[in-house]
């Protein structure tokens, strides 16, 4: 059948995973995971601010008094 093939040959399978390398994995993955879902609503709230506009909803802030929620969405500014 194939070359090399033993049909009887049997090798144990690792069944107990090793929680180091599990625990690495998770965080790792999470990380990923995080930069696609949440980072670029983080990165659009940065640039908002920079640019004087609310984070939230991107309403035109400058002009306006220093502590003043924005009109458009009731949100404090930052």
Sequence with gaps: MFVGFVADESRPLPLRPLWSGFAANTAIYAAG??????????????????????????????????????????????
């Design 33 to 78: 995971a995080w930069v696609i879902v949440a980072g670029p609503r983080t990165v659009r709230r940065m640039v908002r601010r920079r640019r004087g506009l609310c984070a939230a909803c991107g309403y035109d802030l400058r002009g306006l008094r220093e502590g003043a929620v924005c009109p458009e969405c009731g949100r404090a500014r930052v």
